[in-house]
């Protein structure tokens, strides 16, 4: 498949980065206008104490996947059912992939947690639905988007990346930018460690 991914790392004071980027009321509004919100365990309302959930972190670690599309998968994706179906694929695959090597990177980085770009696909239906709780509570990770994050400013300030939406046809790139809470920043040398650098899917 002509899909390649690009890795961009960066790293933040995490009070820093919170006073720039979080905007909980702004964001939360866009949130509720999501089929999600509710809906995934990963996403919001949260059901804890976002501030405490923070507090004990002194550092945001960055990781941006740049999800380049060669010419030939944009072309082939012709209706719109072809690309949704594609754009989902490829992105769901990468963000897997993603998510897996961040949990990695956690057993790497002591006393850190990962935070996932969008909602948790892991489940073909998220048991939040019913009531019940999540079944794959070891592997799923809350959402950046779930802590109010400007998520379009971050790609942008951060990593030089304007955002690429799906409108007629498929974009030249996706973009996922997914976080790491940590008490220490994270070396490049680290995220090498699990794979993190420019690879094809």
Same mark, same amino acid.
């Given at each position: 498949?002509?899909?390649?991914?690009?890795?961009?790392? $960066?790293?933040?004071?995490?009070?820093?980065?919170?006073?720039?980027?979080?905007? *909980?009321?702004?964001?939360?509004?866009?949130?509720?206008?999501?089929?999600?919100?509710?809906?995934?365990?990963?996403?919001?309302?949260?059901?804890?104490?976002?501030?405490?959930?923070?507090?004990?972190?002194?550092?945001? $670690?960055?990781?941006?996947?740049?999800?380049?599309?060669?010419?030939? #998968?944009?072309?082939?994706?012709?209706?719109?059912?072809?690309?949704?179906?594609?754009?989902?694929? #490829?992105?769901?695959?990468?963000? $897997?992939?993603?998510?897996?090597?961040?949990?990695?990177?956690?057993?790497?980085?002591?006393?850190?947690?990962?935070?996932?770009?969008?909602?948790? $696909?892991?489940?073909?239906?998220?048991? *939040?639905?019913?009531?019940?709780?999540?079944?794959?509570?070891?592997?799923?990770?809350?959402?950046?988007?779930?802590?109010?994050?400007?998520?379009?400013? #971050?790609?942008?300030?951060?990593?030089?990346?304007?955002?690429?939406?799906?409108?007629?046809?498929?974009?030249?790139?996706?973009?996922? #930018?997914?976080?790491?809470?940590?008490?220490?920043?994270?070396?490049?040398?680290?995220?090498?460690?699990?794979?993190?650098?420019?690879?094809?899917?």
């Amino acid at each position: 498949m002509g899909v390649s991914i690009e890795y961009r790392t $960066n790293k933040m004071e995490l009070p820093l980065f919170r006073q720039k980027y979080q905007d *909980r009321e702004k964001f939360m509004a866009y949130c509720r206008e999501c089929p999600y919100y509710g809906a995934l365990w990963s996403c919001p309302p949260l059901t804890f104490d976002a501030d405490a959930f923070l507090a004990p972190y002194a550092w945001v $670690n960055l990781l941006c996947a740049q999800i380049h599309l060669d010419d030939e #998968i944009i072309q082939a994706a012709d209706t719109a059912e072809k690309i949704k179906t594609t754009g989902w694929e #490829i992105v769901s695959r990468a963000k $897997n992939d993603v998510e897996k090597r961040m949990r990695m990177l956690e057993t790497k980085a002591p006393d850190s947690r990962s935070l996932s770009s969008g909602g948790c $696909n892991l489940c073909e239906t998220c048991t *939040r639905t019913v009531g019940l709780p999540c079944r794959r509570l070891e592997e799923m990770r809350y959402s950046m988007d779930a802590f109010g994050l400007d998520l379009t400013a #971050i790609t942008k300030d951060v990593f030089h990346i304007d955002i690429l939406w799906c409108k007629d046809r498929l974009p030249k790139y996706f973009t996922l #930018i997914h976080g790491l809470l940590a008490k220490e920043p994270t070396t490049e040398a680290l995220w090498e460690s699990v794979g993190l650098s420019a690879k094809g899917l």
